[in-house]
């Protein structure tokens, strides 16, 4: 079993549809959660990270964490073509650059104009 | 401000050539990364330099060699590549010194196939 899974998609939507994006993992000590976004052919970047559980909101991303159930979640509202790409979760039980992050394989998002 | 930039971005070898992916972050992170991406398998760390002069093996080293050169560069080198090595590689960096988020920041990804 892997620590990370997130479902590998393609998941196909209408722009203005919200997405609900998941991963679940194994590791109880994790603590450090981050979506990382990955257009075609290009480098992640970092969309948002959380500490612990809760919700994180940063315009129309949403954040959630579950540790009770190992399982975190990224919404996007009002969804765009733009939007249209890999999205990866990643995770870390501790910080600091010794820590290793643990990725998901990434689930790919398609919105429809 | 370019960030983190890789060199180069395609490259095709054949078995048992060898060939160094460079990598430099002009941030002033102390960190820097190499992982490997491969699908169905996600990003695996191969090696790490959390701060210069020193470097560690990640999850899948074997194969691979780095050299943190100063605190901006951090190359990685195959010296006997194998079609197993056929994958994108991506640089990272991150200026975590301590505890907190490891927020890294990547290149753009050298694509690498090896006949």
């Known amino acids: 079993q892997k620590e990370v899974e997130q479902d590998p998609g393609p998941l196909s939507v209408p722009e203005g549809a919200i997405v609900s994006l998941n991963c679940t993992y194994s590791?109880?000590?994790?603590?450090?959660f981050m979506w990382y976004r990955q257009y075609s052919r290009k480098g992640p970047e970092l969309l948002m990270y959380?500490?612990?559980?809760g919700n994180k909101e940063d315009g129309r991303f949403t954040a959630q964490v579950d540790k009770s159930s190992k399982y975190i979640s990224l919404f996007i509202r009002d969804s765009q073509p733009s939007d249209s790409a890999t999205y990866l979760c990643?995770?870390?039980?501790?910080?600091?650059?010794?820590?290793?992050?643990?990725f998901g394989t990434g689930t790919l998002l398609a919105v429809q104009p | 401000n370019a960030g983190v930039t890789q060199t180069p971005k395609f490259q095709v070898l054949k078995t048992g050539q060898s060939m160094t992916l460079q990598c430099a972050q002009d941030?002033?992170?102390?960190?820097m990364y190499w992982y490997r991406q491969d699908p169905g398998m996600g990003l695996r760390l191969i090696y790490y330099?959390?701060?210069?002069?020193?470097?560690d093996k990640g999850e899948v080293p074997n194969g691979y060699n780095v050299s943190r050169l100063n605190k901006r560069e951090f190359s990685l080198r195959l010296e006997s590549a194998a079609p197993s090595q056929t994958s994108v590689y991506f640089c990272?960096?991150?200026?975590?010194?301590?505890?907190?988020?490891?927020?890294?920041?990547f290149g753009a990804g050298s694509r690498l196939t090896v006949l």
């Open positions: 990272a960096s991150s200026r975590a010194a301590g505890s907190g988020a490891n927020v890294l920041t």
């Open positions: 590791n109880s000590a994790f603590q450090y």
């Open positions: 990643a995770m870390s039980d501790v910080g600091g650059a010794t820590n290793k992050l643990i």
């Open positions: 959380t500490y612990s559980s």
């Open positions: 330099s959390a701060s210069e002069g020193t470097t």
């Open positions: 941030m002033n992170h102390n960190s």
